[in-house]
């Protein structure tokens, strides 16, 4: 997936620390988004960006901030890590709404 | 509660034979629909999609079927390879609001193929 890349791809966080997940994508999509994946859960929405300036709350946003910095970069911000956090994170591109996202590789996020 | 529903957690199935995995929608403002495959340690990749305005959209040796009444698609893979082995994620997407650039995936289906 060399158009939407994700950093860090690992990363251990005590309960209480902050992190951002940075996602850029080189695909000149209009939207991106992220997700949450936890064992049997499918993909969760937590925030999306359908243009650049605009952010709107999905289905599990409590707990994120979310930063769209322009066309290119889209940033998910823990404050205030919890071990509920725990999980793979995916950042998505796509050009509009019927037109499929393409998906980063995820970061995969342990809070202990 | 969920609108996307994969009820099968697994499947398996014979190398060279069909594999049919299900999708049941709830909501009816759903009008796209797409399917994914995901391997482990890597992001879902897109498989195939079909528009509420049409019932069935073929690529290759994959084609999804969707019924508009039963709120159901199907996606069937034919012949079955053992690189096809991996999580599919049903998605859809509605037509109109908020919603609209939102995707809503099932749960997934993993998809064993048998050498």
């Known amino acids: 997936n060399a158009g939407v890349t994700q950093t860090p791809k690992f990363q251990v966080l005590k309960t209480g620390q902050s992190m951002t997940l940075q996602c850029a994508q080189d695909m000149n999509h209009n939207s991106m988004y992220w997700y949450r994946q936890d064992p049997g859960m499918g993909l969760r929405l937590i925030y999306y960006s359908a243009s650049e300036g605009t952010t709107d709350k999905g289905e599990v946003p409590n707990g994120y901030n979310v930063s769209r910095l322009n066309k290119r970069e889209f940033s998910l911000r823990l404050e205030s890590a919890a071990p509920s956090q725990t999980s793979v994170y995916f950042c998505?591109?796509?050009?509009?709404?019927?037109?499929?996202?393409?998906f980063g590789d995820g970061t995969r996020l342990s809070i202990l | 509660d969920q609108q996307v529903k994969q009820n099968s957690p697994s499947l398996s199935v014979q190398e060279g034979r069909i594999s049919i995995l299900n999708c049941d929608y709830t909501?009816?403002?759903?009008?796209?629909f797409l399917w994914y495959k995901k391997y482990p340690a890597e992001g879902p990749t897109f498989l195939i999609s079909?528009?509420?305005?049409?019932d069935k959209n073929e690529d290759g040796r994959f084609t999804v079927f969707l019924n508009k009444s039963a709120k159901h698609l199907s996606l069937h893979i034919v012949p079955s390879q053992p690189g096809d082995s991996a999580v599919y994620f049903c998605?859809?997407?509605?037509?109109?609001?908020?919603?609209?650039?939102?995707?809503?995936f099932g749960k997934g289906t993993k998809l064993s193929v048998i050498p």
């Open positions: 079909i528009s509420s305005i049409k």
């Open positions: 998605a859809a997407s509605a037509n109109s609001g908020a919603g609209s650039y939102q995707l809503t």
């Open positions: 909501n009816s403002m759903f009008d796209y």
């Open positions: 998505a591109t796509t050009t509009d709404r019927v037109q499929p996202q393409h």
